[in-house]
């Protein structure tokens, strides 16, 4: 059966940077949603829904982070299997994939609609945004199932080695979401619910045209009939065993800048609007770390299914000389105009400025995370999820979130203080990404017969 990319043939450099432009376009893309709802709203409506904004985007991404640490687990194990070229194997764990991801979705919508509520008083959501944002959150979960399905098939098509498809549905979704932001926000003044449901609208009609088009392709390792919906015990369970620290990790992650957020709040509207907008020029920063992140797990898993460790450990090097440098060159940028990048996104004054302060440790974090996910990619392809688990529980819970409280304790603490607290956990999480490699050379003699059967 031949599909997608044979990722353990050919030049290493050549063929990872093949497979990441798609990804890291997509990661783009896919961050875009967030970007454009943050610009439109900042531009159109008060700042006050921009905090709504900020802060329902925040929780949401936790969640989808979370469906998006469970993809990993079924992209690896695809990618093993595909490498290995054992398609029997191969099919069952795409059909354990489409099951587990839709459901997993479905399940946490219904358990986040109870609490949705507390979460946002949790947070410290400010009185001015509280309604805004309980109605962006209420209105995304409504899309959480389709978040679900998107996952699915982008984990299958990544491990597989095509990431070009998935860039696609992301393009679509994104240039609809656009046209659906202008309707609701900028014309209809829907404010924070209307963004909501730009998202939302978008993802759906994204996810119906991506079922259409692997309907027609006859080489997709899944054919949707009914009957093909099953779960394989042994591929859910090795799916869960990678999946559930990888989401763990993600989870812990996002929750600790939950908190983070929750502390920001006690500041007032203005800071947590200027820490949002950080937030997103944050995310689009480690886009090219987060591409390789995940395009280095992906052909590190099909190369180890191909019993190629050599070949494994080239690419992550890759991955780290050219997420790395990038990484430089995006910190420049920040350290020389913060304040015109801000601006992009809010023409107030008072977040321009708190933004600024913000951004003067903060952006230290766009280095420190384009060297370390290079490596964490590649220790979630050899299938130590559990480690990467292990290096975000101390860096996350361990190391940001005491540092957080206790900058934010300082006597007339401003966003210039807190954003102490990230990069210091940061440097954490690159030495421990690094130590692995230190400590673990004998997986370098990884061998295909350690696959599942």
């Known amino acids: 059966m031949k599909m997608g990319n044979d990722l353990t043939r050919g030049p290493v450099a050549k063929t990872l940077l093949r497979f990441a432009t798609p990804y890291l376009i997509a990661n783009l893309l896919n961050t875009l949603y967030g970007i454009v709802d943050m610009f439109i709203v900042g531009r159109f409506a008060s700042s006050m829904e921009l905090s709504a904004v900020s802060i329902g985007a925040m929780v949401m991404m936790m969640i989808n982070f979370l469906l998006m640490g469970l993809s990993t687990g079924g992209t690896v194990i ?48 400010p009185e001015e945004a509280f309604s805004g944002a309980k109605a962006y959150v209420s209105i995304c979960l409504v899309g959480m199932v389709f978040s679900g399905f998107y996952n699915a098939i982008a984990s299958v098509y990544r491990g597989i080695g095509e990431s070009k498809t998935p860039m696609i549905f992301v393009g679509i979704s994104c240039v609809l979401n656009i046209i659906a932001d202008i309707i609701c926000v900028a014309w209809l003044n829907m404010g924070a619910a209307g963004a909501a449901l730009a998202t939302t609208a ?35 369970r090795r799916i869960f065993s990678l999946g559930l620290p990888a989401a763990g990790q993600e989870l812990l992650v996002n929750a600790s800048f939950i908190v983070l957020e929750a502390v920001v709040n006690k500041l007032g509207y203005v800071s947590t609007a200027a820490a949002g907008v950080a937030d997103r020029i944050f995310g689009m920063a480690v886009i090219p770390a987060g591409a390789f992140f995940g395009a280095v797990a992906a052909m590190v898993a099909q190369n180890q299914g191909a019993g190629r460790p050599d070949r494994s450990h080239k690419c992550m090097r890759v991955g780290v000389l050219v997420s790395g440098g990038l990484g430089v060159l995006l910190w420049i940028v920040m350290a020389i105009i913060p304040a015109a990048v801000i601006s992009i996104f809010s023409p107030d004054k008072e977040v321009i400025a708190a933004g600024v302060e913000y951004m003067v440790f903060f952006k230290f974090d766009f280095l420190l995370f384009a060297f370390a996910f290079p490596v964490l990619g590649y220790i979630n392809g050899m299938g130590h999820t559990k480690y990467t688990l292990l290096v975000n529980i101390v860096s996350a819970v361990i190391v940001r979130l005491p540092l957080v409280y206790f900058f934010s304790a300082i006597p007339g603490a401003t966003l210039y203080h807190i954003g102490m607290a990230l990069p210091l956990a940061s440097v954490v999480q690159l030495l421990m990404a690094y130590a692995y490699l230190l400590f673990a050379k004998g997986e370098r003699n990884y061998r295909r017969d350690r696959l599942p059967s």
């Open 78 to 125: 695809v990618g093993n299997f595909a490498g290995a070229k054992k398609d029997k194997e191969l099919r069952e764990t795409v059909s354990t994939v489409f099951c587990i991801l839709p459901l997993a979705a479905i399940i946490i919508m219904a358990v986040l609609m109870f609490l949705r509520e507390p979460l946002l008083v949790l947070i410290n959501t």
């Open 202 to 236: 978008s993802q759906a009609v994204s996810v119906i045209i991506g079922y259409i088009y692997i309907k027609r392709n006859k080489n997709f390792p899944f054919d949707f009939r009914p009957s093909s919906f099953r779960i394989y015990k042994e591929r859910a």
